[in-house]
């Protein structure tokens, strides 16, 4: 039902925009846009793959059945010249255009040769601009010959960038290195483990806690290994190997990736096959932390959060402020930012009622800070907090019951 329902969703959009009098094409390129930011991409990426393969080639077939093979043999000299230049200068283009944003020989080479042809749109201008004799036929039917040879020939410009370029001025690719084989049975398992994931997977080995630990980087497994660490090789996000992990018995699932992107596509693969796994997420910024939340991840920590706070606490301190009032404020300031941080996350979409919104949140905060300080009473001056307190309790008793 959910690749049929993605593919009729393709299908009849296409027909629609057929229907009003526009391109099919252009209606299955905004579907794609569409569903390509939906939530759910990365399903559909992968059980849409088989028929990406069949249209492809279906497509091509009819690129091939389009070229007037008789035009090329009449002019082939014209033909072949236009192909070559348009080539050669889309390629020198690419080119300098890479090794300005500071691309390596090798990246700015490939790059300049996986994208000389023209690409595929243009079948569609040409093709619209002759219905609408915008062009005539003597002038579109050599633009899709050249368009067509041009595409022809780019498996021939990766050969020769594959075969003599690279060699020559590249950088030797290494071999991938196979995942490691495992049988893991643990209550965590930990996705990445640099900085942040080794913190995690330390505090919870010294206190008893068998972790499965997945890290992407071959070298920092090698020296994660060397250092008496229990480390496999492989990418977290692979359904395989997340059941390889044990993922179906785990209790926890500890995402600490180097990125935002992989992150929520671990997100998405753990939601959707392991419904019962409780995820903590490490997030970089708001913008993340609302990306994670939107996901359904309860619970998400923002890099850098608490270091922060704990920085500001000791400047209070360095700048007069009793220890207690400046530990006092820092907890205020975490409890209140969390909060506004769920709050906005439902208005993230309209970025002038979420910037309103994150002002009011501003503004409350120095209020209730203000408030804090200016506060008496036993309750205060012995540094207790005692909201975060009974918060703790209640999570006790919930536990207990």
């Not at 991409?41 to 059945?65: C, M, T």
């Not at 200068?89 to 000389?116: E, H, M, N, W, Y």
């Not at 990766?158 to 071999?175: D, S």
């Not at 935002?260 to 993340?288: C, G, M, Q, S, Y």
């Amino acid at each position: 039902m959910f690749t049929a329902t993605a593919l009729l969703l393709v299908i009849g959009i296409a027909l629609l925009m057929q229907f009003v009098g526009l391109s099919p094409a252009l209606g299955t390129f905004l579907a794609g846009v569409v569903l390509a930011n939906s939530e759910y991409r990365h399903e559909l990426e992968s059980d849409i793959e088989p028929f990406k393969g069949l249209l492809l080639g279906l497509f091509f077939i009819a690129v091939g059945a389009s070229i007037d093979f008789g035009l090329i043999l009449r002019e082939p000299l014209l033909i072949v010249g236009l192909v070559l230049g348009l080539i050669v200068v889309k390629a020198l283009i690419l080119f300098t255009l890479a090794r300005l944003f500071r691309l390596g020989l090798d990246q700015s080479a490939l790059f300049a040769f996986a994208l000389a042809q023209v690409g595929e749109f243009a079948f569609v201008l040409l093709s619209f601009a002759g219905q609408e004799n915008v062009l005539s036929a003597e002038v579109a039917d050599p633009l899709v010959a050249v368009v067509a040879l041009s595409m022809a020939f780019t498996p021939l410009l990766m050969l020769l960038n594959e075969r003599v370029v690279q060699p020559r001025f590249g950088t030797r690719e290494q071999v991938e290195r196979a995942a490691d084989a495992m049988n893991e049975d643990t209550p965590v398992i930990i996705a990445g483990f640099g900085a942040f994931g080794s913190a995690v997977g330390r505090l919870l080995r010294a206190n008893g806690v068998a972790t499965t630990v997945l890290e992407n980087d071959s070298d920092r497994v090698d020296l994660l290994r060397r250092m008496g660490l229990t480390v496999y090789y492989g990418d977290a996000s692979r359904l395989d190997l997340l059941n390889a992990a044990g993922a179906a018995r785990a209790r926890l699932l500890v995402l600490a990736l180097d990125t935002p992107e992989r992150t929520l596509e671990l997100v998405h693969t753990a939601k959707n096959h392991f419904p019962n796994l409780k995820i903590l997420a490490r997030a970089f910024d708001w913008t993340d932390a609302h990306e994670l939340l939107a996901s359904g991840v309860e619970h998400v920590y923002r890099e850098g959060l608490d270091t922060s706070l704990r920085m500001g606490s000791d400047a209070l301190g360095l700048l007069g402020f009793r220890a207690y009032a400046a530990q006092r404020a820092a907890q205020i300031f975490y409890r209140h930012d969390e909060r506004a941080l769920h709050e906005l996350t439902a208005q993230r979409s309209d970025q002038a009622n979420y910037l309103n919104a994150a002002r009011q949140r501003i503004a409350e905060l120095e209020r209730v800070l203000l408030a804090d300080r200016q506060q008496g009473g036993i309750e205060r001056d012995e540094g207790w907090d005692a909201e975060s307190l009974r918060e703790d309790v209640r999570q006790m008793e919930l536990r207990a019951g």
